[in-house]
């Protein structure tokens, strides 16, 4: 079964090629333009998918050597994720599948992230995966393909949202994650004492809005303003300062996975979204899940950002099952990860 997977969510324009589960072609467009804005500008990134999705998904076929006719579904992103970018996908997804008579299939992006490890690799259900991005910070409970429960998820900024503010704070510019990430590893994490939000007692929720608010407070401390420019603070202060934030995040990202997989007794621990290729994540999740013996799986980083490889995957899963989705099928913005498509 060769499944098309198409992503437009938010401001990654991609579409892959997935074979009886195996990746055969995978492009992701990028879009730049929001740089400049300091986070994505939702108009923008809805014109920049229209601009971009038919050579992107040429450019998918093409990589992988299938031709049109030789699909057996389109899968899409329904949602989570800005209304006008998921509707350039969904309406171009459709009118593929339909002139070509095949499946359509709506995916919670999600789920799409969820399904990313394997990619590459087999973890065995059931497991705990810790979804970390731009947009969510959730911790899940999978039992079985197409069941799972929600343990926790943020009651206000995501983690990547976090990386991405503070990042601007600091003038490093957009995406902040891999900026701050980059940075930190010249920096004492223990320069600062930033607070570790572990909210109330035995909860797997997540609040990262205050940290964020901390930093802000710590450079008015210092005499520096809110978007400090890399010229005006000394490096070696700046990289201390993401260091210590970096450390403040992922300290409590691993002891609610941990305890999230200790409490449910899996074996099995996936993380993924942008924020897993965060490298302490990586690190700290590592050493944590050794010293407990559970097994952690974490995706390259292609799958980590958002990507059509992950979206063709958790499509291909449905096809299997005999499941698809009707035309009428409407971007949902809001999708939950509970609600399947
Ligand atoms: O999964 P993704 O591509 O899009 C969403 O679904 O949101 O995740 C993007 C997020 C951004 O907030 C970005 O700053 C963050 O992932 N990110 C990182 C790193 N690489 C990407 N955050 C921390 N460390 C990184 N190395
Ligand atoms: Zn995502």
Redesign the pocket.
Known sequence: MIVLGIET??D?TSAAVVTDGRVRSNIISSQLIHGKYGGVVPELASRAHIRLIVPVVEDALSKAGVRKHEISAVAVTQGPGLAGALIVGLSFAKALAYGLRIPLIGVN?LEG?LYSNFLTEQPAFPFVSLIV????SILVHVEAPFSHRVLGETRDD????A??KV?KMLGLGY????L??KLAAEGNPAAIPFPRSYLEEGTYDFSFSGIKTSVLYYLRSKGLTDTVSKEIIDRQHLADICASFQEAVVDVLVAKAISAALNTGVRDLTIA???S???L?RKKMKEETDRHGIRLYYPPIEY???NGAMIAYAGWLRLKQGMSSPFTLKPVPNLPLEELA
């Open positions: 969510s938010c990654e992006h992230h991005s731009g947009g969510h995501a983690a990547g949202e990386f991405d990042g995406p902040g994650g891999p701050v990430d979204g942008g924020v290729a965060n490298s994540l980590c950002m958002d």
